[in-house]
């Protein structure tokens, strides 16, 4: 079974992965890669979308709002918007999740800065993370709750293992893994199968239910966007997750 997907590196707009190529349900992602100058129009009709730049500088402009975004930044747009991407005057890169929604709502700025100093610190020892909010469940969304995960060098992040399967799907996309390092991305699924996954920057690994805990190689460490996405009533955007019975 495919859990890992590769973006390419290649200039525009790619659909990495989504209901039609995978086990997810809800949740697609696109990457956006912008040349210096160029610009993509992104469109709208049924879903929203949330934006993560990761390297570079965007301008995002809508018909009524204009944004700035720099690496860690997070914007989200509702449905029925037009957007439109402008790079900066380097190469950049920005993440995108999008899902069908149930309402109309605003755009919603997350200033990385800000947000990280907002921080939540989870986990003890050898699998302390950082997560930064960007999207949060008490933002006014449909189905996506957005952040950043940054763990220790050489440690687990998602510890104790966890799972959310019968309310919300989750995609993690690496970046910012150093090139002589990597990490390992277990997935422990609801029917029993077990995977691990190599990853490096770029690489998205799907979550469609089970645990999902994951560990970095000496010197690196795990950082990855996270997207959930709320499989069915609009309550489950706001479901708990439920640790592994083992390791309590």
Known sequence: M???????????????????????????????????????IIELEGSEASLVCIEGKQRAQSANSDYILLPGDGLYVPRGQTVRIEGGTEPS????AAAEAWSDTEFIYADYGAAYRE??????????????NLLTRSDRA?????????GQDGAWTSWPPHHHSDTLEEIYFYFDIPANGFGIHVGMLMDGTEQAEIVRSGDAVIIPNGYHPTVASPGARMKYVFFLGAKGREEDRRASSEDHPFYR
Do not use: D, W
């Open 2 to 40: 495919e859990l890992k997907f590769t973006a390419p590196s290649t200039p525009g707009l790619h659909r990495v992965v989504g209901p039609e190529n995978s086990r997810l349900e809800v949740l697609e992602l696109f990457v956006l890669n912008l040349s210096p100058g160029e610009a993509q």
């Open 93 to 96: 890169r920005l993440v995108m």
């Open 119 to 132: 921080k939540e610190i989870h986990g003890r020892y050898n699998y302390t993370r950082e997560i930064t």
């Open 142 to 150: 449909s189905r996506i709750v957005t952040g950043i995960t940054s």
